[in-house]
Every structure is written in C-alpha cells, then in structure tokens.
C-alpha cells in the first residue's frame, strides 16, 4: 500500500486513528481496525508518521523531525560499562552538551548523568568510581556539584519510576524527559540563564516531534505536571498538539 493517502493529513497539528482510517477510506481503500494497526505501526517504523500524544500522530516533514542525539564517547563508555556489569538494570544518560541544539551560550565542558533504578545508585557508583577516581559523584547537592565539578564528570542520580525509556536505545534520554528534568532537576537548572528556557522549549516543539502524553506523564510523576504546562503556556509560543 503506498502512503499518498497521508498527504491530505499533512496539515494537521495532529490526527487521530478514526481520521487516517478516513483519509484511507478516501483514497479509495478500506481496511479493518486490526488492518489499521499494522498499517499505524509500518508507518511508525518507517518514520512516516510520528506519536504525539495518545490517539494522536503526525506526518513527518522537513519542518519537523524526530529528535536524535549522538552521544559523547565518555556516554557511550559509561553506558557500556553499566550494560555489561548491570545486564537487568534500567538506567538512562544524559549529559550537558545536549542541550547545546536549544541554547544561545553553548556549554563547554560536560558533565554526564545517569539515571538508575531502584536502590541500585552504590553499586553503579562504586563500579564507575573504579573506572573513574574522583570523577564520580552520587546524588549531590549543589553545593557538593559546584564544589567537586570537573570536566567530564559523572553524576549518578536515582531513575524517576515510570521515566520515559529511549526509543534507538533504552539509555537514550528522549526528549520529552529532557524538557521535564531541566525544569525540576535543581542542578540542570543551574548550568544555564533561566532566560534561555522559554526559548529551549520554542525550539524543540517548533524542530522536533514532541509526545506530550508522555511528557507530562512523566511530568506528573515528578509532581510538576500542571506546573510545567503553565509555564510553557505563559512564557512561551509553544501550542501543543493536544491542546
């Protein structure tokens, strides 16, 4: 089947099941709800289209993207060495210079962060510290991360439950936890002028495919979903998909 169909949807912030059933159906094809499952996940996979929410997508263009990081080798590394000594373990990384694609005042020096469940944080962060001496702390303060920063260093932090998991790879932080922890994560906050958040948020709903379902799920299970939305909504020209 080809996907000329998708073509009257172009326009739409977003599109529901019910209404690519019905561009289908126009286009002179009809298919069962169970056929319109595999023809949403192709499209998934094919990155025709795109989730924004829950029974909710769009068409991607050359306007809007999925959002991809290539991480530093040092992620890439830690991630290696947490992976094989840790098989099970769910664990997330994210690092400073990422957010370099939103701010005017790039950030020179990095600082990784990872994110582990459970009550597993001692055991990854006496495994890394061996790999890295001195360069290695576990739920710090700020005054601590200020007093001990480094370039290049290692920050072990607990997972938030339910966090959103990557898409390429479980590790990767997608980009919906990344507009939620610089808002909360009181050291994040801290690497950049709080001047430049409004425009963070612009720029990544104007250039990237957001799932703001899973945004402000996530949001909410870090107790700042409402928070969150009304400071986009007062301090920036973000119009959500969903409304």
């Known amino acids: 089947m080809d996907t000329d169909y998708l073509k009257s949807l172009e326009n739409y912030s977003s599109f529901t099941r019910k209404e690519l059933s019905f561009a289908i159906s126009e286009y002179g094809l009809n298919i069962s709800d169970s056929m319109l499952k595999v023809v949403i996940k192709k499209l998934l996979e094919s990155h025709e289209i795109a989730r924004v929410g829950r029974n909710a997508y769009c068409v991607i263009n050359n306007s809007i993207k999925e959002y991809c990081y290539h991480y530093s080798e040092l992620s890439c590394e830690v991630a290696e060495i947490v992976s094989n000594n840790f098989p ?55 005054e601590i991360y200020n007093q001990y920063w480094c370039d290049d260093m290692i920050v072990v932090e607990r997972l938030v439950s339910e966090a959103p998991r990557g898409i390429d790879k479980k590790w990767h932080t997608r980009i919906e936890k990344l507009l939620v922890d610089i808002y909360t994560d009181p050291i994040q906050k801290e ?3 709080a001047s430049e958040l409004p425009t963070i948020y612009e720029d990544a709903f104007a250039g990237y495919i957001i799932d703001e379902s899973c945004m402000f799920r996530y949001a909410k299970r870090r107790g700042i979903e409402n928070k969150l939305k009304k400071y986009i909504l007062k301090n920036t020209d973000v119009k959500f998909r969903k409304g």
């Open 88 to 142: 099970y373990l769910d664990f997330t990384i994210f690092e400073l210079v990422q957010l370099n694609a939103f701010l005017n005042h790039q950030i020179a020096h990095n600082v990784v962060f990872i994110s582990v469940e459970g009550d597993l944080c001692d055991f990854v962060f006496d495994k890394l510290k061996e790999r890295y001496p001195g360069k290695v702390l576990i739920n710090p303060t700020n």
């Open 191 to 193: 690497t950049f002028s």
